[in-house]
């Protein structure tokens, strides 16, 4: 009696091990066939566009949201820019320490220019100012 338990628990183990094996073996064939590329949101949601959102808020200013990609330009307007925050790229006005002159630079990252707008640096592009006369711009009377 003991001898058959033996051998059917001996068949059974050996059956459970060659069960596991092929589960494995399946599933590894699996995940070597199927795409690993791009998620299976992006075929779902094909007419979203990935953008980092300017909040408004100090404590959170810039979040990473999908958005209809009709929305893009109205959300590009108000400072967000194209692309995850990590790697989004904002053109800000940048002032130099004495505050007299600035210029327009490009910060890559939400991080940096949080740091930016925290020493005082605008988002967009530097307006110039109205008492200096603008380039290509002539004094003096015209001729006509």
Not at 27 to 34: F, I, L, M, R
């Amino acid at each position: 009696m003991r001898e058959r338990f033996r051998r059917g628990t001996t068949v059974g183990v050996v059956a459970g091990i060659v069960a596991a094996f092929a589960v494995a073996g399946l599933g590894s064939v699996g995940a070597a066939v199927s795409p690993a590329s791009s998620p299976a949101s992006a075929s779902q949601y094909e007419k979203k566009v990935t953008i980092c959102h300017r909040t408004g808020s100090k404590k959170n200013p810039f979040r990473t949201i999908r958005v209809s990609r009709n929305a893009v330009p109205a959300h590009l307007r108000h400072g967000d820019a194209l692309g995850p925050c990590s790697t989004a790229v904002f053109t800000m006005c940048h002032k130099t320490k004495a505050g007299k002159k600035q210029h327009t630079v490009k910060v890559k990252g939400a991080k940096k220019a949080q740091r930016a707008l925290k020493r005082g640096d605008k988002l967009g592009k530097c307006k110039p100012k109205k008492n200096s006369p603008q380039k290509g711009k002539k004094k003096g009377k015209k001729k006509g």
